[in-house]
Structures are given as structure tokens and as C-alpha cells.
């Protein structure tokens, strides 16, 4: 089984910037579909961008199309989120995850196998 273990959260002005780091270990990522969910007080996990294996296909929630983006460095087996134009919306625990299920098969929390522990970002004036 992959572990997991994010980085990179933070407290942000709206229209910032910030960029999560998802590290994976005992597991080459390629053989995953990997994706990051957010959850915010009182609301349900939600998914925020997936990325195929191999980091073939993508696919993103309407709320963050254009402003987000997810990408895989084998080399380092680590994924990103890049985080830019920030807006309160968007403040969260962000996790991130893997899935054996193909990424466009893979829209719930249930169908994640692996999970880092989280990283808290908020985005506030």
C-alpha cells in the first residue's frame, strides 16, 4: 500500500497562491490514479482534481477549472496541486489520495484506497 503525506498548506490572501506536495512512499505512483479532496467544517468531502496513471487524463470540479492544477513528477513520486487566484470558497483541509479505479471511475471518497493526513488551507482577508 502507498503512504502518503501532504505539504504545503497555509493562510493566503484572496487572489494568492499556493502549491500542495502530495509524497508518496512504498509505492510507485504510476500505478495509481491519484486525487486531491478538500473538506471544509461542516461539509462533506468533496473532490477537487484527479489525475490519471501515468498522469494520463485530468479532470477537474467546475469550481476550480482554470485555477487549479494537478500534476505528477515521477521522478520524485510526488503530485501537485497548484493553487492559484485563491477565494475564501476555497479554504479547507486538503487531502490528498490514491485510487486503483480509473480516475474517471474514481469520484468518491470510497473509491480511494490511500490517504495522506492533510494539510490546512485558508484563504482569508
Known amino acids: 500500500q502507498v503512504q502518503l503525506v501532504e505539504s504545503g498548506g497555509g493562510s493566503v490572501q484572496p487572489g494568492g497562491s499556493l502549491r500542495l506536495s502530495c509524497v508518496a512512499s512504498?509505492?510507485?505512483?504510476?500505478?495509481?490514479?491519484m486525487g486531491w479532496f478538500r473538506q471544509a467544517p461542516g461539509k462533506e468531502r468533496e473532490l477537487v482534481t484527479n489525475?490519471?496513471?501515468?498522469?494520463?487524463?485530468?479532470y477537474y470540479r467546475d469550481s476550480v477549472k482554470g485555477r487549479f492544477t494537478i500534476s505528477i513528477d515521477n521522478a520524485k513520486n510526488t503530485v501537485y496541486l497548484q493553487m492559484d487566484t485563491l477565494e475564501p470558497g476555497d479554504t479547507a483541509v486538503y487531502y490528498c489520495?490514491?485510487?486503483?479505479?480509473?480516475?474517471?471511475?474514481?469520484?468518491?471518497?470510497?473509491?480511494?484506497?490511500?490517504w495522506g493526513q492533510g494539510t490546512q488551507v485558508t484563504v482569508s482577508s
Open positions: 489525475i490519471g496513471r501515468r498522469g494520463v487524463g485530468t
Open positions: 489520495a490514491a485510487a486503483v479505479r480509473d480516475y474517471r471511475l474514481a469520484r468518491a471518497p470510497r473509491d480511494y484506497i490511500s
Open positions: 512504498g509505492r510507485t505512483l504510476q500505478n495509481y490514479a
